[in-house]
Nanobody, 128 residues
Framework: VQLQASGGGLVQAGGSLSLSCAAS??????????WGWFRQAPGKEREFVSA????????SYADSVKGRFTVSRDNAKNTVYLQMNSLKPEDTAVHYC????????????????????WGQGTLVTVSS
């Protein structure tokens, strides 16, 4: 499975960006995909941003982005999205998507160690 993330860029504080991540290649046969978004700022450890269950019926957000970011998915396209609004300079980081094969429809995963596949990362820069 290969994950391709896109949509990063430079935006002013208060602006919006939308990230997407598509899965391709050998599918997780017999499993559905639960998705996660993580980010890593310069000099900091990778941190959890958001996660969404296989069905899309359950989602979770880090406290720092709650109310500003929205995760969604299109199962037909094997794609996950992260809509980021009211961006702040502290959101500046490389954002990574991650995928996990799972049988569970309504379980999301917040730990990076739970995920099997990772995208290459896309840089989000928010200027003040």
């Amino acid at each position: 499975v290969q994950l391709q993330a896109s949509g990063g860029g430079l935006v002013q504080a208060g602006g919006s960006l939308s990230l997407s991540c598509a899965a391709s290649g050998s599918t997780l046969s017999g499993y559905g995909i639960a998705w996660g978004w993580f980010r890593q700022a310069p000099g900091k450890e990778r941190e959890f941003v958001s996660a969404i269950s296989r069905s899309g019926g359950s989602a979770s957000y880090a406290d720092s982005v709650k109310g500003r970011f929205t995760v969604s998915r299109d199962n037909a396209k094997n794609t996950v999205y992260l809509q980021m609004n009211s961006l702040k300079p502290e959101d500046t980081a490389v954002h990574y998507c991650a995928a996990k094969g799972t049988f569970y429809s309504n379980v999301y995963y917040r730990r990076s160690n739970d995920y099997d596949y990772w995208g290459q990362g896309t840089l989000v820069t928010v200027s003040s």
